[in-house]
């Protein structure tokens, strides 16, 4: 008797949880032109109007209420090159969400145009602060503004300016070929910042960002057993996104709460852009267009609530490809349990379909990871 296949709204409820985190582009403009760049529409200035985010903070108020506050994440261009006026009046509709604990705010910045006043109204909304730099200036060579011009010192300035404010800041750093190899002057740079923690984004090939030769596996392995006993060695250091997240997944795996593990469902991160249109599962595949699917646009906040939205998701053909693409890796890949095969943006832009399953993502970023810290324990283990 054939077993009948699972109806595609039961898989998609079976992997996806309600939105934690919803990504908003206030603007598709940066003051910087980053050579790894992936967003394609950086130089056009459109922003979002108030209309948009009031719209959106409706439809966040509808959603399901998970118990935690869900992060409204300000980022897919420079959030703060909007100016403070209009930031504000972006932040306003959110307000009563924010003060009955139903959101939180996050804004991911390169940091070159805080002021004192900037770091008054983000305190003012009770802004997360995310700070995007790379390590010292020969690691940060690639943050360029727009007429070719180093970012360092404009960055290193903003960081200084958040510090005196006493503003609480985490550092996200894009790791390519060169900074790879250096990953104890990374850290100890990354230190001296006063971050409270830090996270590292192995280049990755994806949006116009194509034509570039991305670190291998191998580097990788390298970079992560570093950094893994550069940071036992300094425990005042910031904290390590990726190795706290291995290590959560660890701990509760040994302490019998793997339960707990399993019930974390992958977030559907719907990302909204400046004019109300919603992609699913990566803010990087916003403003992309392909032939099997179009341009992932699941619908607009203006002309259909984003609860609907969600509900509708299974109904995409790209959502049905990662779904799919979801069940291979759990069939396949000894690191699933860890990994959950996330990350739909690297399987299109790497391999071309969201069906594919292994990445260069995968392997660098996760795998690697895994692997490092397994050898480094079986080194210790046979000394």
Known sequence: MRTRPTPWHARYQQRFTAPQTVVVQPTTWCNLDCQYCYLPFRKLKHQM???????????????EDSGHPIGIVWHAGEALAVGQQKFAALLDPFEKLRRAGRVHHYVQTNATLITETWCHLLAAYDVRLGVSIDGPAALNAERVDLRGKPAFDRIRRGITQLREYGTPFSVISVVGTLGIAMPEELME????????????????????????????????????????????????????REVDRLAEYLQLIRSSRRAEWDRRLLDPIPTVSWKGDVVLLSPELADTTAPEYGDFVAGNILDQPLAEILRDAHRLRYIRDFLTGLDRCQAACEFFDFCRGAQAANRYFENGSLKSTETNYCRVSRQALVTALSTLATKETAA
């Open 189 to 240: 740079f990354l230190t001296t910042l006063g971050a409270h923690s830090v996270g590292f984004n192995i280049e990755e090939i994806e949006g116009i960002n194509t034509d570039r030769q991305p670190p291998t596996a191998v580097q990788a392995e390298e970079f992560w057993s570093r950094i893994l006993t550069w940071s036992r060695e300094h425990p005042g250091a910031p904290a390590v």
């Open 49 to 63: 109007s108030p209309e948009v985010a009031e719209a959106l903070a409706q439809q966040v108020a509808g959603l």
